[in-house]
């Protein structure tokens, strides 16, 4: 079973930064697509980001200028660096991890809130 823990959540103000660390237990990590989404209140849940196992890299277009994933396999762990943010940023991110087989594990959350 693989578990994944996110961490770095809290409370920021607009235009200030964090970053949110997903940890992955197991030994799949290095092969597996890694991806955050984030749970915005009153809307559906929406992919942020991704990188896959290479390194390639996916984002939501509307945060790409803001937003960076990077993954650090020795330590099986997925960062998302968020600057410039905003109050519409507030809102549940959650990790993501999808094996090669397809089977995808989630994390429990962390939540972000933006003030203004």
């Known amino acids: 079973q693989v578990q994944l823990v996110e961490s770095g959540g809290g409370l920021v103000q607009a235009g200030g930064s964090l970053r949110l660390s997903c940890a992955a237990s197991?030994?799949?990590?290095?092969?597996?697509?890694m991806k955050w989404y984030r749970q915005v209140p009153g809307k559906q849940r929406e992919r942020v980001a991704q990188i896959t196992s290479r390194g390639t890299t996916y984002y939501l277009d509307s945060l790409k200028d803001r937003f960076t994933i990077s993954r650090d396999n020795a330590k099986s762990t997925v960062y998302l660096q968020m600057n410039s943010l905003k109050p519409e940023d507030t809102g549940v991110y959650y990790c993501?991890?999808?094996?090669?087989?397809?089977?995808?594990?989630w994390g429990q959350g962390t939540q972000v809130t933006v003030s203004s």
């Open positions: 993501n991890l999808e094996r090669p087989t397809g089977s995808t594990y």
């Open positions: 197991g030994s799949i990590f290095s092969t597996s697509v």
